[in-house]
Structures are given as C-alpha cells and as structure tokens.
C-alpha cells in the first residue's frame, strides 16, 4: 500500500566548492566558478523479500541495485540568480523498468524585488500531513523506487511567484506531462496483470504536451501556515483499462480539476495538521482529507533526544471503477478502475525518535489501521551517520492484510527490507 511516511531527515554530505583558480581578495573580477557548488551521492541498495511473489514471473527474495544521483548549484554573486542540475540514475538487477534515468531538476531561478521567475523542470513541495501528502499535485510520483510516494519525477515548467506582506502567490504554467512508473513483470510490489505503459492513453488529444496551470496562496498567519491551491491539467493518479481476459492493463490519463488547502497550526509541543482536497475529472466528483496531530517530547529522560507521537485519520471518497468511452471499448477494453487507493477509511499512528548525536541517528515506525479491517501495514525507518561521508538506512515494510476484498491485500506477500548504505561527496 502506498504509505506515505516522510523520509528521515538526510545528512547534506561534504559539498565540494569547485573553482581552483582562487581570486585575490582585494580584487574586483571574480569567476563563474566560485558560486558553484557539487554534491552528489552513490548509493548500494539491496532489497529483499522475505516470502514469494504472489504472481508468476516475479523475482525472488533479492532486489540488488544501486542509484547516482548528482546535484550541481550555482549562485550569482548578488545571489539573485541560481542554476540547478540534479540528474539521477538507478541500475537494477531484477526488474528493467526500476532501472531508469531522470532529470530530477535543471532549473534557472531570478528573483527581482518581490518577483521570482522559475524556467525549467523542478521539483515542488505542498503539505503538512506525515502519512499521506494528500494535495502534493504538481510532480509525478517516481512508483518503482519506493510506494511511499516519496519520490518524484522533475516537471517541466514556468513558475512565476510574487512575495507579499499578505502572503505569497506562485503560478505555475506546464506541459511536457510525465507518466508514472511501475514495476515491469519481473518486479515485485504490483498487481496481478501487468501495466503496459508503452500503449498510454490520454483523455487529451495533446496528449503529454496538454497545457496546464496551478495557483498556490500560502502565507503565515500568527501560529497558523495555511496554503490554498487550484489545479487544472492532466491528472498525475492514472486509472487503468484492462482487456476482457484480464491479461493488459493501460494507464489512462484523465483531466482533472482540483482545489485544496493545506494548514499547520503550531502551539507549544504541537503540531496540528490539515490537508483537504476537492477533484472532478475522475469519475464522480469526491473529496479526500488527512488530519491529525504531532506532539514532540523534548529531552526525553534528560537526555539529548526528542520524541514524537503522530496520529492521523484519513478519509477518500473516491469510486474504485470509472466509466469506459466509446474509443475504449472499440479497442478491445471491456472494464475500467480509478487509480485505487487503501487509504479510504484509515487511521496512522507513528513515533518518531531523534537521538540528536553527532551521528544524526534518527528512528521512525508507524502503523497504518483500516477502520473496518483493522491493521494493513506496519513500516520501520531507521538512520545513522557514519564518518564525514557515509550514511546507512534500514527501511523494513510489512503488508498485513489479507483480505481479497481490500486492494492492500494484492501485497500481501510483498513485504520487504531495504538496507542503504550511501557515500557522499
């Protein structure tokens, strides 16, 4: 099931400042060079798989793979002009379509005044909620390195923000739409029938070049962090058209209009928190929210580290099926689904431990609950710095449920671990 735990708190690794040709400081002219800025991360991945795959032709108990990803910045010297280049890149030994190549960012940013102009493809941020980033619309999600919906591909865009004393409105203006990622045949953490992502459909005769716009209002209001959104383009959730036998799924792309609002209220050791959303295009009209609340235990047994607590409900009004066109079903397509989700009616609690050492150990566990059947899932996160230029991370999920009425049963035999060990530099 797609649990949208945050990921621990990384560690920025050592940055390389690029530039050997120093400048005397008493001189004027300075160099392209010494506003940039090289990181980057190499990282072994091993997954594995405690129990068999569910399906035929899945791979068994061990998913090694390896990621690059390099992250290139550069400032001007009045600071009013950044270049960012993030390429990244997985190899895996089992499944060809987790093995991939994405731009994750390569941007140029001016600000002026009050303005902030944005060209290039990026990665945007919106939400509060730890379980499930309910209004985040604006990136695809990359599905075939993780389902916590964690990662996500660079979107092409133009973004035009002004900075106020009321608040902050960004306009968002795209194209060049990007398609999820699933698991191929050999790969695990998918469903019975395979997706067939090379026979893509899109409601729009533009296809993946359909324009599209968003608006964002955020701004601070005393304790309160409140931001408003309004999406009209393709949706990022596909649904899914399956033949009459059942042996072809194809995603489906529909139109969509989505309005949402995100708040954090912050009192003390408290974090309450809201996400709320409003979408057509998908089947029938619905509404989807998160709620709930974080509560920090600092210096926990006078001691350096902090606890939290986390508690959230979460709430989908979606349909499972959707309505079939006439195309549709002139090409051989007999049932349709919206993008599902197990997240309908459910309850998370987590804890989150900071040791708050200089090692930057961090651990992290939560539980989600369906109201009707109970437990469905269980994950575990934990993190440790070693040396200046190391970093291990435990990621361990266990898939509970069983019953074929609930589609979090399809992982049932999917729970995996995942040790990372990563070198920065």
Same mark, same amino acid.
Request: charged share 25%.
């Given at each position: 099931?797609?649990?949208?735990?945050?990921?621990?708190?990384?560690?920025?690794?050592?940055?390389?400042?690029?530039?050997?040709?120093?400048?005397?400081?008493?001189?004027?002219?300075?160099?392209?060079?010494?506003?940039?800025?090289?990181?980057?991360?190499?990282?072994?991945?091993?997954?594995?798989?405690?129990?068999?795959g569910s399906f035929d032709g899945q791979l068994e108990h061990v998913q090694?793979?390896?990621?690059?990803?390099?992250?290139?910045?550069?400032?001007?010297?009045?600071?009013?002009?950044?270049?960012?280049?993030?390429?990244?890149f997985r190899l895996d030994g089992q499944d060809e379509e987790r093995t991939h190549f994405d731009v994750r960012e390569a941007y140029v940013r001016h600000v002026v005044d009050d303005w902030e102009v944005l060209l290039g493809a990026n990665r945007v941020f919106w939400g509060v909620t730890e379980s499930r980033h309910l209004v985040n619309i604006i990136n695809?999600?990359?599905?075939?390195?993780?389902?916590?919906?964690?990662?996500?591909?660079?979107?092409?865009?133009?973004?035009?923000?002004?900075?106020?004393?009321?608040?902050?409105?960004?306009?968002?203006?795209?194209?060049?739409?990007?398609?999820?990622?699933?698991?191929?045949?050999?790969?695990?953490?998918?469903g019975p029938v395979?997706? @067939?992502?090379?026979?893509?459909?899109?409601?729009?005769?533009f296809e993946e070049w359909r324009p599209e716009v968003a608006l964002r209002y955020s701004h601070f209001i005393g304790d309160i962090d409140l931001g408003l959104h309004y999406f009209h383009g393709t949706g990022?959730?596909?649904?899914?058209?399956?033949?009459a036998d059942g042996s072809r799924a194809v995603p489906r792309y529909s139109v969509i209009n989505q309005a949402g609002i995100d708040l954090q209220y912050t009192t003390d050791a408290w974090l309450w928190k809201f996400e709320g959303l409003v979408r057509e295009g998908q089947g029938d009209t619905f509404a989807?929210?998160?709620?709930?609340?974080?509560?920090?235990?600092?210096?926990?047994?006078?001691?350096?580290?902090?606890?939290?607590?986390?508690?959230?409900?979460?709430? @989908?009004?979606?349909?499972?099926?959707?309505?079939?066109?006439?195309?549709?079903?002139?090409?051989?397509?007999?049932?349709?689904?919206?993008?599902?989700?197990?997240?309908?009616?459910?309850?998370?609690l987590g804890t989150r431990l900071a040791l708050n050492d200089v090692e930057d150990t961090e651990f992290l566990a939560g539980v989600f609950i369906d109201v009707e059947d109970g437990p469905s899932s269980f994950r575990i996160e934990a993190e440790r710095r070693i040396g200046e230029d190391w970093n291990a991370e435990l990621e361990a999920t266990f898939f509970l449920e069983d019953d074929p009425d609930?589609?979090?049963?399809v992982f049932e035999n999917d729970s995996f671990i995942v040790l990372r060990l990563s070198r920065f530099f």
């Open positions: 099931m797609p649990a949208s735990l945050a990921p621990l708190v990384r560690p920025l690794g050592c940055t390389l400042l690029v530039g050997a040709l120093a400048v005397p400081a008493a001189a004027e002219e300075t160099s392209f060079f010494d506003g940039l800025e090289v990181d980057g991360q190499i990282a072994f991945e091993p997954r594995v798989f405690p129990q068999k090694p793979s390896v990621f690059f990803e390099l992250d290139i910045a550069w400032e001007s010297e009045d600071r009013d002009t950044q270049l960012s280049f993030v390429p990244f695809q999600i990359d599905a075939v390195e993780d389902i916590d919906e964690e990662d996500f591909l660079g979107q092409p865009m133009l973004q035009i923000g002004n900075q106020t004393d009321f608040g902050r409105l960004d306009l968002f203006l795209m194209t060049g739409f990007r398609e999820r990622t699933f698991a191929g045949p050999s790969g695990r953490l998918r395979v997706v @067939d992502t090379e026979r893509s459909r899109f409601e729009s005769d990022r959730e596909p649904g899914l058209l399956f033949t989807a929210a998160v709620a709930g609340f974080e509560y920090t235990l600092f210096q926990v047994a006078e001691s350096n580290a902090d606890l939290g607590l986390l508690a959230e409900g979460l709430y @989908d009004g979606r349909d499972d099926e959707a309505g079939l066109s006439a195309r549709d079903r002139a090409d051989g397509f007999a049932a349709a689904l919206v993008q599902p989700t197990v997240q309908d009616q459910d309850i998370f609930n589609a979090a049963s």
